[in-house]
């Protein structure tokens, strides 16, 4: 069975910083893209990073480049978002998926098949 349990969102001043994870098990994690997509009140999920099987490729949305970083830990079955300089318009929930697709196909939802429960992130002004 196909687990991914998101950990470490909450509440943070705008400015400030969290960093979520996401431990998967139950597939081959080094097989999969990894990506994190968050969805706001009243607004559809949207991309927010995504990384390659071997970690070696990263991309994120330009709303988040230069703030956020994606990474993954084969070792631990875990990917990261390290979120710096939190605006409030970073407010969302916040999943991780897995996708078994080209790493070209990354920005796209549909492709994802398997996701996490999400976690809120809330960032006050």
């Known amino acids: 069975q196909v687990q991914l349990v998101e950990s470490g969102g909450g509440l943070v001043q705008a400015g400030g910083s969290l960093r979520l994870s996401c431990a998967a098990s139950g597939l081959a994690f080094s097989s999969y893209i990894l990506g994190w997509f968050r969805q706001a009140p009243g607004k559809e999920r949207e991309f927010v990073a995504a990384?390659?099987?071997?970690?070696?490729?990263?991309s994120y949305a330009d709303s988040v480049k230069g703030r956020f970083t994606i990474s993954r830990d084969l070792s631990k079955n875990t990917v990261y978002l390290q979120m710096n300089s939190l605006k409030p318009e970073d407010t969302a929930v916040y999943y991780c998926?897995?996708?078994?697709?080209?790493?070209?196909?990354?920005?796209?939802?549909?492709?994802?098949?398997?996701w996490g429960q999400g976690t809120q992130v809330t960032v006050s002004s």
């Open positions: 998926a897995t996708a078994d697709v080209p790493y070209v196909k990354r920005f796209n939802s549909d492709n994802y098949n398997y």
């Open positions: 990384i390659s099987r071997n970690g070696g490729l990263t």
